[in-house]
């Protein structure tokens, strides 16, 4: 089991990470490419075989970058439970 200080440490780093604006400007990029291959599959009829397996591989890049925008809040909601069990803990004792 990890220490609170590794846990607090690790939190900052993500903490960090969203509030800095090259992370804004990153989501930004991430959001256009998302909704340019969900347009692609809404939008663009399936005309056979390899149009269909084409989509299927675009839906799999969707679910990437919707995990790649989202991972960071995830984690950062982890660690801030994670902090707070050790907290709760700590004060049992």
Not at 2 to 13: F, G, I
Not at 44 to 63: L, N
Request: glycine fraction near 6%; include cysteine; proline fraction near 2%.
């Amino acid at each position: 089991m990890r220490d609170k200080r590794e846990v607090q440490e690790e939190l900052a780093l993500v903490r960090g990470l969203i509030k800095h604006s090259a992370w804004g400007q990153l989501m930004e990029i991430a959001s256009k490419q998302l909704t340019t291959r969900t347009d692609n599959i809404i939008l663009v009829p399936v005309t056979g075989a390899d149009a269909c397996f084409g989509q299927e591989f675009m839906k799999g890049e969707i679910a990437g970058i919707r995990l790649f925008m989202n991972l960071p809040r995830i984690l950062e909601e982890q660690l801030t439970d994670e902090l707070a069990q050790m907290e709760k803990e700590q004060s049992d004792e």
